[in-house]
């Protein structure tokens, strides 16, 4: 595993990391000694899984507690993780309608939208610069 660490570098950012396949992702890249950053909405839930990462395989996990179908998102976690290097994006976050389409309302959809589609694009414009700078001087 520590390949992955050689391959990807020091830091991963993990979008919808408290629970799934998000947390299994975080729980996979931890061990292999890489250090986390961990998205999501719950931050009881976000801090109890950061602590047991932390003690599991002793790697630095930052938690943001925020909603990525805000808007807003992208620039919070930007202004957040400030000047850190992201060498791996894992965005496993998501939002889906069970029903007649008709029966949504359109908020609902801008959000889904939001989640599905704009702000993991404005993650990877974000990070991804970066990523792909690391990825050729291998």
């Known amino acids: 595993m520590n390949n992955l660490l050689h391959k990807y570098g020091n830091t991963a950012l993990i979008a919808g990391a408290s629970e799934g396949l998000g947390a299994a992702f975080a729980a996979y ?18 801090e109890k899984f950061a ?17 990525l179908a ?5 620039d919070y976690l930007q202004e957040v993780i400030g000047k850190k ?30 989640v599905n589609m704009i702000t993991p694009m404005k993650l990877f414009h974000v990070f991804g610069e970066a990523m792909l700078t690391k990825e050729k001087e291998l």
């Open 29 to 46: 890249l931890g061990a292999a000694g890489i250090n986390l950053v961990l998205v999501a909405r719950r931050e009881k839930t976000l």
């Open 51 to 67: 602590a047991d990462l932390r003690s599991s395989f002793n790697i630095d996990v930052d938690c943001i507690c925020c909603d």
């Open 85 to 114: 290097e992201i060498n791996l994006l894992v965005y496993n976050a998501a939002l889906s309608h069970i029903g007649a389409f008709e029966k949504q309302s359109l908020e609902s959809y801008m959000k889904t939208t939001q």
């Open 70 to 74: 805000d808007v807003n998102a992208t």
